[in-house]
């Protein structure tokens, strides 16, 4: 069983939809980061949260430690935002403990 | 901004010959990071560097692999004798001192082992 579960796994969305991607985890963590890859491969970093509630923009991102559960949202999508939403985690407090993926969620929002 | 640099973008190599994978790092930071991604499949960890050392490695990451940081500002990961499964993305990634300090990650390596 993965460690972090990611749902949906495919998303389709009309542009101005209002998007949530889930993330769940199995394991006890100090971090959790929500990533962004495009066609092209690149991985660029959205939010890393250990608590509460992040905003960048459109974008939300919510944790909920006790409950083992995160979500991305994203407000009035556009087709830019059509990407690969990727959940990871940090297990160990060191600084240099490594990141756990999920299996990515794959959004592309149409006109 | 500041930002991890991979070379080169993409590489093509011949099954049983030794590639080796560039990154720059964002200069103050410390930990470094080499992870893979095959196609269609989620990141994997490889290994973690500090303090011109091997922090951890996971179980990919066997006898033909190799970590360097040779010069001080290059972090380079090397594959002595490719075989087809190790055509994959390559990301390095960085992070500086302190706890839960972001990572930022490269835009990758795509190495095809053909």
């Known amino acids: 069983k993965n460690e972090v579960e990611q749902s949906p796994q495919n998303l389709t969305a009309q542009e101005g939809e209002f998007i949530t991607i889930n993330c769940s985890y199995s394991?006890?963590?100090?971090?959790l980061h929500w990533l962004q890859q495009h066609p092209g491969g690149g991985i660029v970093s959205l939010f890393m949260l250990s608590s509460g509630k992040k905003k960048h923009g459109r974008l939300i991102a919510t944790i909920n430690i006790q409950e083992k559960h995160s979500s991305l949202h994203i407000t009035a999508s556009h087709p830019r935002d059509s990407a690969v939403y990727i959940c990871?985690?940090?297990?160990?407090?060191?600084?240099?403990?490594?990141?756990?993926f999920g299996t990515g969620t794959r959004l592309q929002v149409t006109l | 901004e500041p930002e991890v640099t991979q070379t080169p973008s993409h590489q093509v190599t011949q099954m049983g010959q030794e590639v080796i994978l560039r990154c720059v790092p964002i200069s103050n930071h410390l930990y470094f990071y080499w992870y893979r991604q095959i196609l269609g499949q989620k990141v994997e960890f490889l290994v973690s560097f500090y303090n011109n050392e091997i922090s951890e490695k996971s179980e990919i990451f066997d006898d033909q692999f190799s970590v360097e940081r040779p010069d001080g500002s290059n972090f380079t990961l090397k594959i002595r004798s490719t075989k087809l499964e190790d055509s994959a993305m390559y990301f390095c990634a960085s992070q500086k001192a302190g706890s839960n300090t972001e990572a930022f990650f490269g835009q990758g390596t795509r190495l095809t082992v053909v």
């Open positions: 990871a985690v940090k297990k160990g407090t060191g600084t240099a403990s490594k990141l756990t």
């Open positions: 394991v006890g963590i100090s971090a």
